[in-house]
C-alpha cells in the first residue's frame, strides 16, 4: 500500500471516520460501525477527530476525501463496496486520487472462488467489485465478496472498509489494525465514573470545587467531561500523552478513584465504561449481601423488570413482581387496600398517584412475592392524566426493605420528571434503581435528582 | 432570528446534520439523535447531505459550522448546550458568526423558573446556558434548563439544539419542524406498511411477484424498498417529483394501500409511518372489541408490558399482570401446577420453559387478573441456561382468550429466536403481540417467522 516515491510513512496521530450510504444519511438506518471503529482507534492509541456520514453521491464522497486527507493522519470508510450501481466508494476514491480505476487480478480470483466455494458461478455484476484505483492495494475479505481498499491521498492513509459488520470486524482486526501506527510518544487511556440521582452541574460542581483544583478545566490532562442520559450522569477521563501505557493507567484509574469519592454514594460504577449498567450494578450490590428482589409497576408497565431482566445472571436476585396498571390489580395483586383508591364516607382518599399508594404497592409485593426488597413506581407518563396539584411527570416510587436499612420496612419518594411520555417512564424505572442503590450502600436519604418534596 | 439585513428567506432544500460531544467521536456514545433528526427532515421533504460529529473542540465546531454554511440550507446541531466548560456549541456558533455572546433575559428567567418549580436555586454554572450569539433568537426548552438557538450563518438557517431526546423530540416538534421550508417544487411523500410474523425474503417476494410487476424496481416511482427491525418488517413507500401534494399523496396511499393488500393478515399497520407501532395496532383492535390484555411474562421479565404501556392511552384495554421471573412465581402469581415445572414420581416434567408451562401462564394470568386475553412469554434468553433440546433462543409464546377464537381458550407456539439475549427478548415481546395480532384479525393460526414445529 506505500508509495515507493514517497518518503517514511506518516503516523497516526489523528483519524476521520467516513461511513458511506443512503440508508444511514437519510435516515433508515442507525450507522453502529463509526461508533465502533472509534471505540478501537481510541485503544490503539489515535484520536478520532471527526465522523461524517454520506450518501450514494460520488463526487460528494470525494470531496469528503480530499477534504479530510489534508487535516488527519488516517481516513478510515465504511460501507460503498458492493456490487451494484449505488456503491461508489472505489470511484470516490479514484476520483479523489486522480488516478484511473484498474482490475485487480487476485481479488477477482478471490472473489470467483467466493462464489465457487458456494456452488455458483460469479455473477458478472460482481465484477466491478475486483476494481482499484491505480496505486492502491486490495485488503482481503475472508468473509464477503467486496476486498477492501487501502491508499494513501496527500498526508493521509485511507482504508475503504465493508458496510457489514461481520465483515468489518475481522479485517479491521486482521489486516488494518496491525499496520496503524500510532504515535510513540502518545498513550491514551480513558475511564468512567456513572452516577444516578445527581444534577449534572451538581456533579460538574463537584469536579470544579475539588481538594485537587477545577478537575474540568479544559487545559488539564487528564480532561475530565460530563454526560448525562436518562438518569444517569456520568464524569468522562481521557489521558493524552507521553506517559507510558502502565503509568497513564495508574494516572487515570487514580483519577477515576477520586471522582468516584467526589460523588460519593450516587456513583455506582467506574470500572468498564459503559457496560457497567445501573441494573448490573445493582443486581451484583443485592448478590453480594444475598438478597432478593421483586417490582410493582403501575406507569412503568414492565419497564423497570425489563431493565433489571436484560442483565445476564438475574435471576439470582430477580424473582419478579407484578403489573398493576389498572387500580383492580393493585388490589388484588399487590395488596393495596381499596380505601387508599377510593375515599369512603366522603374522605378524600390518597389515591393511585401518591406515596401511599406506593408504598403499599412495594410492602405488598415484597410480602406476596417473598423477597428481601420491593420496588414500586406510581404516576402519570402523560400525555393524558394529570390531575390538580399533580402534572404529568408526578411520579412516586416506594421501596420495601429490611427495617435496619429502611426506617418502619417501606418509604416513599415524590419526584416531578420531564420530557414525554417515554422520558417519563424511562427515568421513573431509573430513579427507583437509584433509589435501592442508595439504600444498598447505606445511603436510603440521600436526596435525588427531581426529587420534589410532598406538597399538602 | 432572521436577519433584517437579508432579503427574503431560504428554501431549506438540503441539510447537515451535526453532533456535538467527545463522547460520541471517541466512541463511548452511540448517536441516535441524527438518525431520528434525519428520518423527520425527509418526511418533511428536506433532504439530509450529510452528517458529522464533532469532538468538544470550540475551534473545530466553528470551522464546520462554516464549511457547512456555505453548502447547505438547513444545519440541525444537537448537544453541546449544557452548563460545563465542555459544553461549547454556543461559543463555537458565535464564532463561526463573528458576534460576542450577550445574555438572554427571558432565558435566564426561564431557567432560573425550571429550578423554582423544582424548589431549588439555580446553580449560578447553569447561568451560561442564558447566553446566545447577538443576533441570534433562543427556543423554549419545555423539558430541561438548555434553551436552543436558532441564528442564520451564510446561507444557512441554524437550529442548536439539547442532546437529550427527551429535550430535543419535544423542542423539533414544537418549534423547528414548524417553521422549516421545504422546497415548494418538488414534493416527497412517504408511506408505509408495518408486519409482523413475515420474514424480509418472503415480503419481498410478494412485492417482486405483484400483479403490478416488480415494486422493488429501483427505477420504479414511487421507491419500494424493506426493512427489518426485532422482528418487525415493514415496506418502505417514497414518492420524489414534480406531482403536486395531493397528488401526490393519493399516489403513495394507492401504493400502500396495494402493499397492505399483498402483506395480507400479517400487516398490522400502514397509516402514519413511523408511529404506528405494533402494541398501539394490539390496543386499537382489542378497544374496538372492548376486550381487555394482561400478561404473564417470565424471560421478558416485563418488557412485553412495557411495549403495550408505552403507548398513551394502553389503560383503555392493558390491566397489567405477573412477572414471574422465578419458578415460584410461576406457582404463585399465575397459578402454574408444580408437577408442570416439577416431574413427581420419576416422571419428566414438560419444565419452566415448554408449552405447557406457557398455556398455564397465559390461563393463570387470564383468570386471575379477570381480563379477555391473556399473552404468556417463558423461554431462553441466554447467555446461560441451555439445556439439551433447548438452546439459547427457545421460546414458548402463549396465548388465553375467547374460546370463539382461540379453540379450547388456550394455546401455544415455540419459537427459535436469534441473536443476543436483548434481540431474544425484543423478538419474543413483539412475537407475543404479533400472536395476538393474528388472532384479532383472525387468523390465529397463521404460521410465523420464527416459529418451530414443537419436537419430541
Known sequence: MSDPARPDPVVHATAAIVSQGDEIVLGQTLDTNSRALAGRLMDLGIVPVEHVSLPDDEAAIAACFARLSSSVDLILCTGGLGPTADDLTRAALARAMGRPL????????????????RGREMPEINRVQAMLPEGAAAIDNDHGTAPGIAARLGRADVFCLPGPPAELRPMVERFVAPVLRPPAGRTVRTGVVHTIGL?????????????????????RMPLVGTTASGGVVSARVRYEGPEPAERAGAIVAGLVAHVRDLAGAYAFASEGAPHESLPAAVIEALRRRGETLVVAESCTAGLLGSMIGDVPGASVVFLGGVITYHNRLKVELAGVEAGVLEGSGGARPPGAVSGACAEAMASGARARCGAGWALSVTGIAGPGGAVEGKPVGTVYIGIAGPTGVIAGGVSSRRFAMGGDRRAVREWSARSALGMLWLALVGEPAARMLRQVDEVG
Open 199 to 219: 444534577g449534572e452541574s451538581d456533579l460538574a460542581s463537584r469536579l470544579k470545587n475539588s481538594p485537587r483544583g477545577d478537575l474540568m478545566e479544559r487545559t
Open 102 to 117: 484498474v482490475e485487480d487480478a487476485r481479488s477477482l480470483e478471490r472473489i470467483r472462488a467466493w462464489f465457487a466455494g
